[in-house]
């Protein structure tokens, strides 16, 4: 019996400063007790201080109290160690931002499970019998948040277990019998799954702009120090011609190194500045990956679908993706300019004045891929479809503009550029150089696409299909969701549903982008790649008779 009175009163031998069983207790005047460490260590922090105060009470005493042990406590204190006595540490109670058991009474303990069955938090002790009683192994267990309100149902007050898709939120069991009886719904941790789908695409995209960013940084510096060595070498080597040149040039040499030192700086200062755009770019993809990446590890699915959103959406680079390689060769052409001169000198200074200027640097800078529609409408093409490559189930109109799938075959003539068995066709244009085109397309599903001319067309054979071969690029869209194909190998996207898709193309940088058109652009999928070829647009279908798509007019 007096054990069990000891352990009820247990609270009386906890030190409030340190909150743990009290060591070599004391009592100070006011009749509190503390370690005797505790309170001297407290009062050490106070003798700046003409008094000194209770950590409880706040009594002030003057001067300092001598601290002598408290011989019956510290002997119920050593009864209690030796009974085994269990004291929680100072870090286990709850305290400002903490969830606190449910169930403790006195002084409560910190939450380390919430039940979504039994609706209440618990502490490592008052969770022990969802461990070992088997009807509460079932219950499911998730992290205690301040945000557990979030799991109930503001207008039911019954625990939300599903997701409804038709009006994008959480609801619970009744919500589903009454407000959405007809719509869409999924379990709340399917829809979690499929978030996660979308997160670790959104990731996978950071990542890979990460490395582009990377990799464009490196170039950029190897770019400075070029630009640098063949300014040196270009002024150097000019200096040494201008030298054997009479006096009467020295003014003109004077000005061809101005022109070079001005290049170099203004070449210099664009490289730079895009570098730390690139640079500051890198830190915020690191910082929203960081941000993906602990949202994508929490067991809490509501606080998941409440915040994904909100981080989800990826915002658009400013900067396209990719650097042209070639030789690092800038002021050489001045080089040989000064050298034809000092050949040719004493018949040029007894005619005219040649004149000799530095040719403009064409540094390796990343190409400039619009940002806004206006943007890109700058460099729209209008495209047209090649009769001589359309399927024969294939109907072309609006000045072949339009292609719909028919159920009946057309009468085309014969010829070894058409594709025989898969509903495709191809443009009459040739894309090389930077184009951009908009496509609107109406039914089940239609792929907007690029390829070579001498891509497979005639058979059976995957690799005649768009995106199944290494010739061919093609975005797959249906009115749910977008795939991407290259080479046999499919990426799905995320991205907002649209009838209207624009294709970017620069053949030189190696870029391709698909855009999701509606008020706004959306990016769906980058290509970043070295193209060998002139590309030719394309449209594919999966044979369901009346789905159409257009190449539409912009300009």
């Not at 379990?187 to 464009?216: C, G, H, M, N, T």
Request: charged share 25%; hydrophobic share 35%; aromatic share 8%.
């Amino acid at each position: 019996m007096e054990a069990k009175k000891v352990k009820l009163d247990q609270d009386a031998f906890v030190c409030s400063i340190c909150l743990d069983l009290m060591k070599e207790p004391v009592t100070i005047p006011c009749g509190h007790s503390y370690c005797m460490d505790c309170i001297e260590l407290h009062w050490d922090g106070e003798d700046w201080k003409e008094n000194h105060t209770c950590p409880q009470c706040r009594k002030i005493f003057e001067p300092r109290p001598d601290l002598e042990k408290n011989i019956i406590l510290a002997a119920l204190v050593e009864e209690l160690r030796v009974a085994g006595e269990v004291f929680p540490a100072a870090n286990c109670y709850a305290g400002p931002g903490n969830v606190a058991c449910d169930v403790c009474t006195g002084r409560k303990l910190k939450a380390v499970k919430y039940c979504l069955v039994c609706l209440a938090a618990f502490c490592e002790t008052h969770l022990q019998p969802h461990h070992d009683a088997p009807p509460l192994q079932i219950h499911k267990l998730i992290d205690p948040s301040k945000n557990l309100h979030e799991h109930i149902c503001p207008h039911h007050d019954e625990v939300i277990k599903s997701f409804c898709r038709t009006d994008q939120q959480n609801i619970c069991y009744l919500c589903l019998i009454y407000e959405h009886k007809c719509h869409e719904t999924v379990p709340i941790a399917k829809e979690r799954a499929e978030k996660q789908k979308e997160l670790e695409v959104s990731r996978q995209q950071i990542q890979q702009r990460i490395q582009d960013r990377e990799k464009y940084v490196k170039l950029l510096h190897q770019e400075v120090k070029a630009i640098n060595l063949s300014a040196n070498e270009a002024v150097e080597e000019c200096e040494k011609i201008f030298t054997e040149l009479v006096r009467v040039i020295q003014n003109r040499s004077l000005d061809v190194k101005q022109q070079i030192t001005t290049q170099q700086q203004t070449k210099l200062s664009q490289a730079k500045e895009v570098q730390k755009k690139l640079e500051q770019e890198i830190i915020e993809l690191k910082k929203t990956d960081a941000k993906l990446e602990q949202l994508s590890l929490t067991e809490d699915h509501i606080q998941f679908l409440y915040v994904y959103p909100s981080v989800s959406a990826l915002r658009e680079s400013t900067h396209s993706s990719s650097f042209n390689s070639r030789p690092l060769k800038y002021f050489e052409a001045v080089t040989a300019a000064v050298s034809e001169l000092r050949e040719k000198l004493q018949d040029i200074l007894t005619e005219k004045w040649t004149n000799i200027s530095v040719i403009e640097v064409d540094a390796l800078l990343p190409p400039v891929e619009p940002i806004y529609r206006a943007g890109f409408l700058k460099c729209s093409q209008e495209i047209t479809l090649d009769p001589n490559t359309a399927n024969t189930y294939l109907l072309l109109s609006e000045g072949n503009r339009r292609a719909t799938v028919t159920e009946e075959q057309q009468s085309y003539c014969s010829n070894r550029d058409r594709f025989t068995a898969y509903r495709e066709v191809l443009s009459s244009e040739s894309l090389s150089g930077r184009c951009y085109f908009e496509v609107e397309w109406i039914g089940r599903t239609v792929s907007v696409g690029l390829a070579y001319k001498d891509t497979s067309r005639v058979g059976m054979s995957d690799k005649c299909a768009f995106g199944f071969n290494d010739k061919s690029w093609a975005l797959c869209c249906t009115p749910n969701c977008y795939t991407f194909w290259h080479n046999f190998t499919e990426t799905s996207l995320s991205g907002p549903p649209s009838h209207r898709i624009g294709v970017y193309l620069d053949h030189r940088a190696g870029i391709l982008s698909f855009y999701s058109v509606s008020e706004t652009m959306t990016l769906l999928h980058r290509v970043q790649t070295s193209f060998t070829q002139p590309l030719y647009a394309g449209l594919r279908f999966h044979y369901c008779v009346g789905d159409t798509a257009e190449f539409i007019k912009l300009k």
